[in-house]
């Protein structure tokens, strides 16, 4: 019984490690299975997009439309390999551009070479002529040999590069071969320069040399027209490398639209799609741009372009002037809006047009806006964390502007400070001081502060005090205030003029009087009326009390406190009073 227990036990711990590793194997087989499945499926989709590689990009993309993200990575494939192919040939004849170069170059270093001993020869046959054997002129002509054979040897160096970059080159044995025969020929030339005895002979050496000089530069010709087809050829193979490039980018973009990663493949596009120019071989670099601006993948298509784009901002600007005189004018008849929220909504609505066609217009010039919307997301919210502050005044001065406590131009004291309101701004609000100074007060202080508008309605009432000494008639005084604002022209009937006897003083009387007058006309009204308050005033003898003190000085006097039989002792008493009152 044991034993079968035992053995029933083994069993069921055999199919646990059969199970164990079953698993283990199937988790670890199945990717292997699933790449290969992906493989054998991507091997069995063919491209079909790559059979005409001029189609318009507009017909591409109706073409993509239906295809799976399995199916435009083939295809994304398939346009990567056409324009590395096309990215190989531009490579190659690039090459073949730069080694013409070298042997332009080189050629025209040859050419230099034979042209100096050539120079150096006609000096000593110049000096042949004129010299006799043994003559200092006769040694001289020697030296120019000398210095003849010495060129002659560096030509038949410069010529023998020539011909080494010449064999670097395909296609041009046959002019390999006359450029070995020149240097050949030179090479001789040097080794029997100092053979020459006569004039004639020395005459004959300038004409071969010229005629080597002529080879050679009709070598040079021959290797600069080459150079100069391939530089047209590398102009169009750019073209379509360009063209390519931009079908390739279609297709990646309906690829990352459907989730595939097309990173890679436009890592590949920015490598590949510099133009490396050579600047010192001015002739290649006036074909290149030339080439580029007769292109249609080039100048024509980038003029093109640049039209659009001027096209667009231009428009965009006029229906921005458009939209912001309708909002201006719509705002002025509906009424209810203050004139810095009305300037505020114009001002926004032409910047936000004109900013939408900017955006519009960078599309013509080919750039992405994604970068550009997500950097300008990313600074925005760094902005408003960094700025709260400013964002605060931003927001209190939208508030002003809605609300709108004050105009440009109102009378007001706020902060502390009064003037005129000269400009209202999202940031601040200006105030211009009574002696010209420009005050700025953040919005925030603003809308948290107390504002005082004297502006606030079409009419004003101009309130002066009037002091009044106590022995002055305050009802005469009274009417005369009264028939000053009444007689003024600007003063308005309804409400009437009024006088108010405010309260006493230690030595006057107060007194309120005023009348209401239009707003614009309240500062001269308020000058007017108090000139004439003084001129009336002194016409009728009414003093404006000043302040004043009284101080008395008394002799001491003895007075007796008996009574006297007669009375003439208290007159005599009350004269004394009267006249110690009279002296103080």
Not at 193 to 222: H, M, P
Not at 517 to 535: A, F, G, M, P
Request: glycine share 6%; with cysteine; charged share 25%.
């Amino acid at each position: 019984m044991k034993k079968r227990k035992k053995s029933i036990f083994s069993h069921k711990w055999q199919v646990f490690c059969l199970t164990v590793i079953a698993c283990t194997l199937t988790l670890w087989v199945s990717p292997v299975i699933s790449q290969k499945s992906q493989a054998e499926t991507s091997a069995t989709i063919a491209a079909i997009t790559t059979e005409e590689p001029e189609i318009p990009v507009d017909e591409l993309k109706l073409l993509l439309k239906p295809l799976t993200q399995e199916e435009l990575e083939v295809e994304a494939k398939a346009w990567q390999d056409l324009l590395k192919a096309k990215v190989q040939e531009i490579s190659d004849a690039e090459i073949a551009i730069k080694r013409k170069n070298r042997e332009t170059r080189k050629s025209e270093a040859a050419v230099d070479a034979i042209e100096k001993a050539q120079k150096s020869l006609e000096e000593a046959e110049e000096r042949k002529k004129t010299a006799s054997p043994g003559s200092p002129e006769a040694e001289e002509a020697e030296k120019n040999l000398e210095a003849a054979q010495k060129e002659l040897a560096k030509a038949q160096e410069a010529v023998e590069e020539v011909v080494e970059v010449k064999k670097q080159s395909e296609g041009t044995e046959e002019a390999t071969q006359n450029l070995e025969v020149v240097a050949e020929a030179i090479e001789d030339e040097a080794s029997n320069t100092d053979d020459i005895d006569s004039q004639q002979e020395l005459v004959e050496k300038e004409k071969q040399l010229e005629a080597l000089s002529e080879q050679l530069e009709d070598s040079t010709e021959e290797a600069s027209e080459v150079k100069t087809q391939l530089v047209v050829g590398v102009t169009e193979l750019q073209q379509e490398q360009t063209a390519l490039a931009d079908r390739f980018d279609t297709v990646l973009d309906e690829f990352e639209s459907k989730g595939g990663k097309a990173e890679s493949f436009r890592q590949y596009i920015e490598s590949v799609s510099g133009v490396e120019i050579d600047v010192s071989d001015t002739e290649g670099l006036w074909l290149r741009i030339a080439g580029w601006i007769k292109s249609e993948e080039g100048g024509l298509r980038w003029g093109q372009n640049i039209g659009i784009f001027s096209a667009i901002v231009a428009t965009s600007v006029i229906v921005a002037a458009i939209l912001g005189f309708v909002t201006n004018r719509s705002l002025r008849i509906v009424g209810g809006v203050s004139d810095p929220l009305r300037e505020f909504l114009v001002r926004t609505v032409w910047q936000a047009t004109v900013g939408v066609g900017v955006l519009l217009a960078l599309t013509a010039l080919e750039i992405n806006l994604g970068p550009i919307l997500a950097l300008v997301g990313g600074t925005s919210f760094i902005l408003a964390f960094a700025l709260q502050t400013n964002i605060g005044n931003l927001a209190s001065g939208l508030m002003i502007m809605i609300y709108s406590p004050f105009n440009v131009g109102d009378e007001v004291e706020l902060c502390g400070t009064s003037g005129y309101i000269d400009s209202i701004s999202l940031a601040h609000t200006t105030i211009k001081g009574w002696t010209g100074q420009i005050i700025t007060i953040p919005n925030n202080s603003v809308l948290s502060s107390v504002v005082i508008n004297h502006n606030a309605r079409d009419t004003r009432r101009v309130s002066l005090q009037i002091r009044v000494g106590y022995s002055e008639n305050l009802s005469k005084v009274e009417q005369l205030l009264l028939d000053i604002f009444q007689s003024h022209p600007l003063v308005l009937d309804q409400p009437r003029p009024s006088t108010f006897a405010w309260k006493f003083e230690e030595y006057f009387v107060d007194l309120y009087v005023g009348g209401w007058t239009k707003t614009s006309d309240y500062w001269r009204v308020y000058n007017e009326t108090l000139h004439q308050i003084k001129e009336r005033f002194v016409q009728e003898g009414i003093s404006i009390p000043i302040p004043q003190q009284n101080i008395r000085f008394q002799e001491p006097t003895q007075l007796s406190l008996k009574p006297e039989k007669n009375s003439s002792s208290v007159v005599q008493l009350s004269s004394n009073l009267e006249k110690s009152n009279a002296q103080s």
